[in-house]
C-alpha cells in the first residue's frame, strides 16, 4: 500500500523568504506527482503535475522536483508573500490511476 | 470554463440522520470522483465513476454511504444513517477521462458536522 508523507505538519516563515515542502512517498512505481493548494473552506486547486519521466516543472515562483528512485518530491516556493499562505497536499498517481494524497503541509507567511 | 459545483458547501446533522451532497462536474468531463478528507487528513478516494458506471467503490462504506450518477452528468452521494465520524468534508472532483494522464479539477467541497 502506497503511503505519502509530507514534513514538516506546519510551517511559519516572514515574508520574502523561501519555502521548502517535502513530500515522500514508499513506492516508487508511480505514474506521476501532483502537488494541490488548499485554503481554509475551499477545494484543492493543483499547482503542478510531474510526470514519471520528468525531473522538475516549474511555473512562476512555484517549482516541483520529482526523484522517482528515493520516493521524494520537493516544492519550493520562491520569494514568499502573506497571499501564499494555505495548505499544501501532494499526492501521487498509483498503478490504478487512484490518487493517493499526503496529510499537507499548512504553510503560514508573516507580513 | 466553469469548476466543478457542489452544494449545499456546510451541513450540520445529528447522528443517525440522513444527508445528501449535491456535485455537477465540469461539462464533458466523463470521470467523477467523491473523496472524504478527515481534518488533519489528506482526502481519501470514496468513488470513481465512469460515465454513470461505478469504476471503484472499494473504500466506500456500503452500509451506509451511497452514491449514484444518473445520465452520466450530476451525481449525488448520501449518508444513511450518519455517525459521528462521518464529520468530515466531500470533495467531489471530475477528470476529462479517468486516465493516468488526466488531470482532476476539484469542486470547493461540502463541510459535514455530524453531533
Known sequence: KQEVT?????LSVPEGENLVLNCSFTDSA????????QDP????TSLLLIQSSQ?????????ASLDKSSGR???YIAASQPGDSATYLCAVRLGDY???????TTVTVRA | EAGVAQSP?????EKRQSVAFWCNPISGHATLYWYQQILGQGPKLLIQFQNNGVVDDSQLPKDRFSAERLKGVDS?????????EDSAVYLCASSSTGGKWNEQFFGPGTRLTVL
Open chain 1, 55 to 63: 525531473r522538475e516543472q516549474t511555473s512562476g515562483r512555484l517549482n
Open chain 1, 6 to 10: 509530507q514534513i514538516p505538519a506546519a
Open chain 1, 41 to 44: 473552506g475551499k477545494g484543492l
Open chain 1, 73 to 75: 518530491s520537493t516544492l
Open chain 1, 30 to 37: 508511480i505514474y506521476n506527482l501532483q502537488w494541490f493548494r
Open chain 1, 98 to 104: 487512484k490518487l493517493s494524497f499526503g496529510a499537507g
Open chain 2, 76 to 84: 449525488t452521494l448520501k449518508i444513511q444513517p450518519a455517525k459521528l
Open chain 2, 9 to 13: 458547501r456546510y451541513k450540520i446533522i
